[in-house]
């Protein structure tokens, strides 16, 4: 079985060749270890930090050198089109309002099928349609989920925040925590 871990040492640049792929819907490139059948039938294992998602078009370096490509594969979606560009973006809004997954296209935006958000979007005017289609929603701004692929294949991003003066965390914004601690109550 092949293996790969520590995501950051797992990533080949986005021009190596792939000697076989790894074709999975979006709720599986989630997670962070699992077993699964490359399309070859051949068995990887993969333990990456929690929080990772493979995006479509990774390229995972094996412990043994080789190169698997990451495909997102299709799977039932839904599309949203509207009459005008201030209409999708006042869906994309109440959509990112809900932390929904979105993937954003060419005047349309594809979510997971959901029928309470697609009767919301047609309530805000949208056309909305069912799709198969592979689905690679956004990462999130600063979280795991839109981890940063380095300079090694081109797609890193110069800003960095700093604390006193040196580079911090890439991810950490800058401004302290995002969210309080959680807080316990009790109920009585």
């Known amino acids: 079985m092949l293996f790969a871990e520590s995501f950051a040492n797992s990533l080949a640049a986005g021009e190596t060749p792939a000697s076989d792929r790894l074709v999975l819907p979006y709720d599986a490139r989630r997670k962070s270890r699992q077993r ?4 070859s039938g051949e068995e990887l294992g993969y333990v990456f930090p929690a929080g990772t998602v493979l995006r479509h078009g990774d390229r995972l ?3 043994n050198g080789r190169v698997i490509e990451v495909e997102a ?5 839904l599309e949203v089109r509207a009459r005008d ?3 999708l973006i006042r869906a994309a809004y109440h ?4 932390h929904v997954p979105v993937q954003l296209g060419d005047r349309f935006l594809r979510l997971q099928r959901d029928h309470v958000l697609g009767e919301m979007l047609v309530g805000l005017g949208c056309t909305v349609s069912e799709v198969e289609a592979p689905f690679d929603p956004e990462g999130g701004a600063y979280g795991a989920a839109a981890h940063e692929h380095g300079a090694a294949d081109g797609r890193g991003h110069d800003y960095r925040p700093t604390t006193g003066g040196r ?3 890439p991810h950490d914004p800058g401004h302290g925590p995002h969210r309080s601690p959680a807080k316990i109550h009790e109920f009585k």
């Open 36 to 39: 699964v059948l490359l399309a």
């Open 167 to 169: 580079a911090a965390d």
């Open 61 to 63: 370096l094996t412990g």
């Open 85 to 87: 560009t201030f209409q």
């Open 73 to 77: 594969a299709p799977e039932a979606l």
């Open 95 to 98: 959509l990112g309002n809900r």
